[in-house]
């Protein structure tokens, strides 16, 4: 079961509260012609922006994580070698963008030991596919007009995912710690993706399979939900969210 988490706000409250911080100011003491130009955005922002906002993790949540079966497989090694073999904030760095790859190959290893990178590059490349039944969920979603924006922790490798999955279909790559600089679950990342996104905090719903970065999510008074399989993902039809169908029609595919 996916965690329903509190602070679940109400969709006609959050609807309410977009259309009243979004309208433009009126057009007095304008030019007839830019008047006209206010007055055709506002009569654009009347319509309600779809509330919540989709906020979605992606390794584990949509994606499966490569680092936990394959990386260590390409490595030879067992999970607890390869954790006690890499360097302890290689890894973070480069999904902040503070090294670029060349950087990451030759501090990945306490040792300084080389390793094929490109090999690795392809070794995750095999790996990622949707975990089954979210691309259903994620087709439903965009047909029923949701905003949806990964917000997730990692390199600049996410457009490897993106080659090979299109996931750029179903949501936007907006909330990446390579472009941010800033990495979950800091409370900065998430205050900085409401500000951006224009919403309350209360308007977004976020999604993640790690508790910690749930819980700094309810911090900030973001809606939480713990992903633990695509099927209860239907849950999220109790805070108000359309699944109407669910399957779409077999029109997702996965690439």
């Known amino acids: 079961m996916v965690s329903l988490l509190p602070r679940v706000p109400s ?30 955005v506002s009569e654009a922002a009347a319509a309600p922006r779809k509330l919540p906002v989709l906020l979605f993790d992606v390794m584990d949540t949509l994606v499966r994580d490569p680092f936990y ?26 999904e902040k963008g503070l090294i670029d790859e060349n950087e990451l190959a030759k501090k990945f290893f306490n040792d300084g030991r080389s390793f094929d990178l490109e090999g690795l590059k392809e070794c995750m490349v095999r790996a990622y596919e949707y975990i089954d039944g979210v691309e259903d969920i994620l087709c439903c979603l965009k047909k029923n007009n949701y905003e949806m924006h990964a917000f997730t922790n990692y390199p600049v490798w996410y457009q490897l995912i993106e080659d090979k999955l299109k996931l750029s279909k179903y949501l936007s790559w907006t ?34 399979d ?8 309810l911090s ?9 399989s695509a099927e209860a993902l239907q849950d999220l039809c109790a805070l108000g969210v359309e699944l109407s169908p669910l399957v779409c029609e077999g029109e997702a595919q996965v690439q």
């Open 69 to 94: 079966h394959h990386i260590p497989a390409f490595f030879q090694m067992s999970m607890k070698e390869l954790l006690e073999s890499k360097h302890s904030t290689a890894w973070s760095e480069f």
């Open 175 to 208: 909330f990446c710690s390579c472009k941010t600089g800033k990495r979950k679950p800091s409370l900065e990342f998430y205050l900085q993706a409401a500000d951006q996104l224009n919403v309350d905090p209360a308007s977004c719903i976020f999604i993640d």
């Open 11 to 40: 969709l006609a409250f959050l609807a309410k509260s977009a259309c009243s911080s979004q309208r433009p100011p009126a057009p007095s003491m304008l030019s007839s012609s830019t008047a006209a130009s206010v007055a055709a």
């Open 220 to 228: 900030v008074g973001m809606v939480g939900l713990q992903f633990k």
């Open 210 to 217: 790690r508790m910690i970065n749930i819980e700094a999510a």
